[in-house]
Every structure is written in structure tokens, then in C-alpha cells.
């Protein structure tokens, strides 16, 4: 009969700078040792943020240009249907369900002006744009513009939010 082998009790540490110490956890992907602040879990187990961020690349499918183009016509649609809506509409009340609309109408003209391409950052090049719009707009009508715009600009941006634990 053979002995058992002890298990060494080595603490494994987290290679950052600023973690708070030892779990014993390692990425299952790449094996490097993490911290329950690097830590994201999936459902086979607990992987590095730049594992995850890695593997959450290959679905990201976007050009450069594309963050401009998305801007741009975030920037003209908004004040283009802003600059009739609270010319027009003398209702402050009406701002709120007709912005809703607008926002998601322009949420898909913009998703069509990119080809339906996926971006890390297209949230934040469509908000630039709509914000944009939306302090023009209140050169016109303070209130109907603040309310309008960011009503509209919300409800767009909801649409392209992709929200990783990274």
C-alpha cells in the first residue's frame, strides 16, 4: 500500500496590481490565476475579463467609419424631426409620447445606416450625436427641446446598449 500525497496548501495570487488577494481561483480558459474582482462567471466556470472581453470580440463586426456614419445620422435625424415636432407641437405633454417614437425610429434608421453591424461602441457615437441634436434643439425651445431630446435620445439608446460584465 502507497501513502496518500499530501496536497499542498499554496496560495495562489492574482497577477494585478490592485487585487485584494488569494481565492485559489484560476481562468479555466487560460489557467492565469484570478481575484474575485477579475473574476466573471459563466456557466462552466469563472474566466479573466480579458478572456471575456476576448471571446466577446468575435461578435463585434464593425468598421471605423461606421461610428461615424452612426453619428451623423443619429445628429441629423434627431434634429431634423426635432426641428418640426417642437416648432410645430406647442405642448410640452406631447414631447413625451411623440419622443419616445422618434427615438425608436431613429434607433433603427441608424441600425440600417450601419448594415446591421454590431460595435462596442455604438452606444456611445449615437448618444454624442443625439445629445448634440438635442442642445441645438434648445437654442429653439428650452423646455420642448430638453424634454423632446432626451426622451428620444434614451429610448435610442436602449436599443444599442450591449452591456458586458467586463
Known amino acids: 500500500m502507497t501513502a496518500p500525497v499530501e496536497a499542498t496548501q499554496e496560495k495562489i495570487y492574482c ?8 481565492t485559489g481561483l484560476k481562468c479555466y480558459r487560460t489557467g492565469v490565476p484570478i481575484c474575485m474582482k477579475c473574476a466573471v462567471k459563466t456557466p462552466v466556470g469563472y474566466i479573466s475579463k480579458e478572456a ?5 470580440d468575435k461578435y463585434f ?3 471605423s467609419y ?3 456614419i452612426a453619428t451623423v445620422v443619429a445628429f441629423g435625424s434627431l434634429l431634423v424631426s426635432g426641428f418640426v415636432l417642437v416648432r410645430f407641437i406647442p405642448f410640452f405633454y406631447f414631447m413625451f409620447l ?13 441600425w ?4 446591421y453591424k454590431r460595435g462596442r461602441y455604438t452606444t456611445y457615437a449615437v448618444g ?6 438635442t442642445l441645438v434643439l434648445m437654442l429653439f425651445s428650452p423646455i420642448n427641446g430638453i424634454i423632446f431630446g432626451g426622451v428620444a435620445t434614451s429610448v435610442a439608446l436602449g436599443r444599442f446598449r ?3 460584465r467586463v
Open 112 to 115: 440600417r445606416a450601419i448594415r
Open 52 to 56: 471575456a472581453r476576448e471571446q466577446a
Open 128 to 133: 454624442i450625436g443625439m445629445i448634440a441634436a
Open 162 to 164: 450591449f452591456q458586458l
Open 61 to 63: 463586426n464593425i468598421a
Open 98 to 110: 411623440i419622443g419616445g417614437a422618434v427615438g425608436g425610429g431613429i434607433a433603427e434608421i441608424v
Open 66 to 68: 461606421d461610428y461615424i
Open 15 to 22: 497577477g494585478k496590481s490592485n487585487c485584494p488577494g488569494s
